[in-house]
């Protein structure tokens, strides 16, 4: 099951019953969604493409099967490094990359994580045993109206109101992220029978025009969208094209139009990353994006394509290999707290799997981290075990119990300019360090100093974060497992590197991260 199709995964666990969906009236999307400037004014198409990764670009080009990639990467930049943020989810790297910060300061941890203020777990949707177990109730307020509304950090802008500010306009299809300035209403199709008490329209704030899925289509009646059940209630790559062509072809582009392309996802979790099914069909839909200005040629005339990756993927190994970590049977005879339940007097620990990340919250002050970590580095599946003390963020390898530790601030400089104190055995980040002229440089952990501090110092509480080795995803007693699939999370290269192909422009960005792209992409805009 995908990881971040949201609505997808709680309605497809519910009931069907005979009738029609109540037409979505958003007119004033397309009144006030096309660009206000003049044609010579630059406009940007960020199409985000769940999972994509380089090597099965460069495979597919090798095989002479992604002809659109090709002529993209022929007619622009292409680079095959950007890092994600971590944990590499979706909802976290949108995140990232709307608001130009890591988790630290945008405030969404995870798809899964634990609320020490209201004493349960947050769950944008991961699963229909975890959706079940949690409640549907509240998995859909936490989705629907807590993501955008109160967990996004209210203080940070993202991009669309950013834009918002100077004048230009903006557009998300299918983002899962699309806080802005603008009025919205998201409202849930009459022909499923919801078990929640949650309103049938629910007010929002978004982009000058919002797409999203059934929920809210400003398209209804004028194109024809995959929006019913057996489609993902419109959480699906043939949605959000075809509503990004009818924007093209009425001329009623935006400014900055955000296209979230979510089927490549669910593909390789179930066939693995070296699966190319998957994004030869992105390759055709892009081309059909394309062709909608009239050919390939024109659409990179007028206007400039940004497409990327959100985060790679791992080659999960197969059922009989014991590819699954179960951290409740790591932690027996511990009071692990329950899907939703609330935390209790009794409550010992708690878990939130991001599938090869987690977090594990002490509830009890009888137990610290350090023993907790202690258990979970002796299994030889776990990569490595991070929490802070004070001002030190500390780091044990699975299987071998080395350690290292860090905090922010010092005479050890890396690439991105962050200053940093080190000690002990820097090879459990396989650092690189240069002790003569004070640079460090990162291995097989991107920009792993300050991803992994971010994710610590995301959310309140006493946790830490584990992650597993590649072939490896952990589990909590009802986490959706991809045995023989592909699986992220994790910090590693292969699930945070991700490709990047810039068409239209000569402008560079600065540094090769995600976080860092909101700026890039204003730059664009306002050059």
Not at 105 to 126: A, C, E, F, M, Q
Not at 296 to 320: N, R, Y
Request: overall charge neutral; hydrophobic content about 35%.
């Amino acid at each position: 099951m995908r990881k971040t199709a949201v609505i997808m995964l709680v309605f497809q666990i519910m009931t069907v019953v005979s009738g029609c969906q109540k037409p979505n009236s958003e007119e004033q999307d397309l009144r006030h969604v096309k660009s206000i400037q003049d044609d010579n004014s630059p406009k940007v198409i960020l199409l985000m493409a769940d999972s994509l990764m380089a090597s099965a670009i460069d495979e597919g080009i090798r095989q002479k099967q992604l002809p659109t990639f090709q002529f993209l990467i022929e007619h622009g930049q292409y680079y095959k490094d950007v890092v994600s943020s971590f944990p590499t989810m979706s909802v976290t790297v949108d995140s990232s990359l709307l608001t130009g910060k890591y988790a630290d300061v945008h405030g969404v941890p995870g798809l899964i994580w634990y609320s020490s203020d209201k004493k349960r777990i947050i769950n944008y949707g991961t699963g229909p045993m975890e959706v079940f177990r949690q409640d549907v109730d509240t998995v859909l307020t936490d989705a629907l109206i807590n993501l955008n509304g109160s967990h996004l950090n209210r203080k940070i802008p993202t991009i669309y109101e950013d834009l918002a500010h100077i004048g230009l306009k903006s557009g998300s299809i299918n983002g899962l992220v699309y806080r802005g300035k603008n009025d919205h209403v998201l409202s849930i199709p009459e022909w499923i029978q919801v078990p929640t008490t949650l309103k049938r329209d629910i007010q929002v704030k978004g982009p000058d025009f919002l797409a999203f899925g059934a929920l809210s289509n400003p398209l209804d009646g004028k194109v024809n969208l995959a929006q019913g059940l057996t489609n993902r209630m419109g959480m699906n790559n043939d949605f959000s094209v075809k509503s990004a062509k009818y924007l093209i072809q009425a001329n009623k582009l935006p400014d900055f139009l955000f296209v979230y392309l979510p089927d490549l996802d669910r593909k390789l979790h179930q066939k693995g990353p070296s699966n190319l099914d998957g994004v030869k069909k992105l390759d055709g839909q892009v081309n059909n994006l394309l062709q909608s200005f009239g050919s390939p040629e024109q659409a990179l005339k007028e206007v400039i394509f940004v497409i990327l990756g959100d985060s790679g993927m791992t080659q999960l190994l197969p059922a009989d290999q014991n590819p699954v970590i179960d951290l409740p049977v790591m932690f027996e005879g511990v009071n692990i707290l329950r899907p939703g339940e609330t935390a209790t007097d009794q409550t010992e620990i708690v878990l939130a799997v991001n599938e090869t990340m987690g977090y594990v919250y002490k509830l009890k002050p009888n137990r610290s981290l350090q023993n907790l970590a202690d258990t979970l580095s002796r299994d030889e599946r776990i990569d490595f075990i991070a929490w802070q003390e004070k001002n030190w963020i500390h780091v044990i390898q699975g299987g071998t119990a080395k350690r290292f530790k860090y905090k922010e601030k010092g005479n050890m400089i890396d690439c991105y300019k962050q200053s940093w104190t080190i000690e002990q055995d820097s090879g459990v980040l396989d650092l690189k360090v240069n002790a003569d002229d004070g640079r460090l440089e990162y291995g097989a952990y991107p920009d792993a100093l300050q991803r992994l501090a971010s994710a610590l110092h995301s959310h309140q509480g006493d946790f830490m974060v584990v992650t597993a080795k590649p072939g490896y995803e952990l589990a909590d007693s009802s986490s959706p497992t991809h045995k023989g699939g592909g699986g992220h999370g994790s910090i590693r290269q292969t699930e945070s590197l991700v490709p990047l192909i810039i068409t239209g422009t000569n402008r560079k960005p600065e540094y090769l991260r995600m976080v860092d792209l909101k700026s890039y992409l204003l730059k664009l805009l306002t050059q």
